[in-house]
């Protein structure tokens, strides 16, 4: 494969990585409010021997569950509010997965970067005249 055709296809690559960088980067600027953890429904009992959780019909509660300077925090959630944590949590998912993919077409597009200017490069310029 002579260097122009080398050269055409690493741009095209370089062009679909590029496409694909801009999506995940619209993702990463929206405006929305994040909130980290994951939120879980909890079945409980409460300890109270005359309890109908004593007779194994526990209790339900709604929970956050979220890692802070290297510890897990749950707090818990009252109902009225699972559905807005929910959300938020899920803006939080959703960035997360965005910037990941963002990593990776960064990492991806310096690879296919590399390999142009290895292509392109000449060793000495005595050889330009040959390689076109």
């Not at 055409?8 to 990585?17: A, D, E, W």
């Not at 300890?47 to 300077?69: D, I, L, M, P």
């Not at 803006?91 to 077409?105: D, S, T």
């Amino acid at each position: 494969m002579n260097t122009l055709s080398q050269v055409s296809r690493i741009r095209k690559r370089i062009g679909q990585l590029a496409r694909q960088r801009r999506a995940a980067e619209q993702a990463l600027l929206e405006r929305s409010v994040l909130l980290k953890g994951i939120v879980l429904e909890v079945q409980r009992t409460c300890g109270k021997t005359g309890c109908k959780c004593a007779r194994g019909q526990k209790h339900t509660c709604w929970q956050v569950t979220a890692s802070v300077e290297g510890k897990s925090r749950t707090r818990n959630v009252p109902r009225r509010y699972v559905g807005k944590v929910k959300e938020l949590t899920g803006n939080y998912r959703r960035f997360r997965q965005a910037r990941a993919r963002w990593v990776r077409l960064n990492r991806e597009m310096v690879k296919w970067i590399n390999e142009m200017e290895a292509v392109r490069t000449t060793p000495d310029f005595r050889d330009e005249d040959r390689r076109q």
